[in-house]
């Protein structure tokens, strides 16, 4: 199998104590929290990308037959601190699609499992980065 790399990054910036903002190449920005008001904790937005990487391969396999009536991902966790740190178990990715009556519909959803697994299989690049077990390396610049 041939191997593609595309390189991907972001910039985090300090706003204030416990706020930050995440740019990407595009001028994108999300500010991020601890916790103690909207904004999404990290924990959040790592659990939000799992769920939107996922339908978003699921969008394109499946909306190709037909427009979803509905479309939600909701990404649930446990957060433990144990002999390995502060970590996330139990992840559970819970697709609640809903597709017309007739026939386009009807074949995306006996499509549907397949695109899926498709995605946590092979596709979603954060998923499969988590479970792959990539190493983070950290520096000082």
Known sequence: MAHTRAHRNVSIERKSNGRFTITN???????????????????????????????????????????????????NANKVRDEIGNHLTDIAVIFKILFPEGKEGDVARAILPDAIEKSHDRLCTVGRTVESGALIATRID
Request: aromatic share 6%.
């Open 25 to 75: 190449a595009r001028d994108g920005h999300v500010t991020i929290g601890t916790g103690d008001d909207a904004d999404f904790t990290p924990t959040e937005l790592f659990l939000g990308a799992l769920g939107a990487c996922t339908a978003v391969d699921v969008d394109i396999l499946t909306s190709r037959r037909a427009e979803p009536e509905t479309f939600r991902v909701e990404v």
